[in-house]
Structures are given as C-alpha cells and as structure tokens.
C-alpha cells in the first residue's frame, strides 16, 4: 500500500504560479512512477504530467507542455508540481497518484491515489 497526501492548493489569478506537493509513505517511493491528473466540475478525470521513478523521463499532457513541470524527491518521498502561467481553464482538483508499472496516461494505469487538493483560477 502507498498513501499519497496532496497539498498546495488555492485560489489564484491567471498568470500566477502554484507548486503542488504530494508526500508519499508505506511502501518504497522509489518503486513507483508517479503522475498528476485532474478533475473539473462535471468532466472526467485527465492526466496532467507524470515522472518515472527515476525522474530521469517524464510524460507530459499538451495542456501541461512549457507552463508545467514534475519532480520528485526520493529522499523525501515527494513528488512536486510546479504550474506556471495559470490559466482560469488549470481550475480543477488535483490527484497524485502512483504506478507500479511505469509512466502511463491513463488513469488505469496507476495503483494508488491521493484526495485530492483544489486548485482555483481566477480571470
């Protein structure tokens, strides 16, 4: 099992930056890739960007491509999310979320989830 606690959320304007953290316990952080997706208000759950254990390769979402970035901090167990250039349209809650097998897209893909935090965009 891995329990994954989003945070950093809030309400921004457009153009702000915000970074996400997700602290990971229970079994070992570094056997995971780990990813970010969201969710707005009436639409399914999509994926954002994801990091490989290794954080040497990353996927990214053509929507999180030159405004977003992923790292991750295996001594501390964290994987962040830096989101630059917020647009009211970034408006969603944001999910961590680990795989055991690898970077995927897909929300399949990935074992193990945290709660969530909300991220606001004002215009």
């Known amino acids: 099992q891995v329990q994954l606690v989003e945070s950093g959320g809030g309400l921004v304007q457009a153009g702000d930056s915000l970074r996400l953290s997700c602290a990971a316990s229970g079994q070992t952080f570094s056997n995971y890739a780990m990813g970010w997706f969201r969710q707005a208000p009436g639409k399914e759950r999509e994926f954002v960007i994801a990091?490989?254990?290794?954080?040497?390769?990353?996927l990214y979402a053509d929507s999180a491509k030159g405004r977003f970035t992923i790292s991750r901090d295996n001594v501390k167990n964290t994987v962040y999310l830096q989101m630059n250039s917020l647009k009211p349209e970034d408006t969603a809650v944001y999910y961590c979320?680990?795989?055991?097998?690898?970077?995927?897209?897909?929300?399949?893909?990935?074992?193990?989830w945290g709660q969530g935090t909300q991220v606001t965009v004002s215009s």
């Open positions: 990091i490989s254990w290794s954080g040497k390769s990353t």
């Open positions: 979320a680990a795989s055991r097998s690898g970077l995927g897209r897909s929300v399949s893909s990935y074992n193990y």
